[in-house]
């Protein structure tokens, strides 16, 4: 009897890992599904609010060191690389991605190099610093309009 008691507790744990596995797979799946049903206008605002945090979440110093550097990146057309933005690489903003067969050094997110626009103010006084959150949002809503209002715009000229 007990024999059986342990069979059924066997079955019971591979009916409830094969549940697992189908539950883990339907989140990721769903994940997957959501980030592929972002509009593009929500995934630049998401990316740009992650660069904001991640850098308000730099140790003070550093956070000027990266914003120097993120200013110079989206200034600059050559691909970053840890030799020329060391801070973009040593805290991910910069990262090795495989590209056909080859690891190159580019941007961790392609909205990098507007960031400089939106999410940077800089002063003789204080340098680079990073914009209050109010001046942050305020700002990205307007570049926001702009791009996505302007893409718009030709896409409906071109179905003309």
């Known amino acids: 009897m007990s024999s059986l008691k342990t069979l059924n507790s066997e ?28 509009i593009p206008q929500q995934r630049f605002e ?25 200013w110079e990146c989206g200034k600059t057309t050559p691909s970053p690389t840890p ?12 990262a090795e991605q495989l590209v056909e ?5 580019g941007p961790s997110t392609p909205y990098l190099k507007d960031f400089w626009r939106i999410g940077i103010h800089v002063s003789n006084a204080n340098g680079y610093i990073l914009q209050p959150r109010h001046v942050f949002h305020a700002n990205l809503q307007a570049h ?17």
């Open 83 to 94: 030799k020329n933005f060391p801070a973009l690489a040593t805290y991910g903003f910069i």
């Open 11 to 38: 079955a019971d744990l591979e009916t409830l890992n094969v549940h697992r596995e189908m539950f883990t797979l339907s989140a990721l799946t769903s994940e997957v599904d959501k980030r592929e049903a972002i």
């Open 46 to 70: 998401q990316e740009m609010e992650g660069i904001w945090e991640k850098v308000n979440q730099l140790p003070e110093g550093q956070d000027k060191v990266v914003l120097s550097q993120i």
């Open 144 to 160: 926001t309009q702009m791009i996505f209002s302007k893409a718009f715009q030709d896409g409906a000229h071109k179905l003309t």
């Open 101 to 105: 067969d080859q690891l190159v050094w």
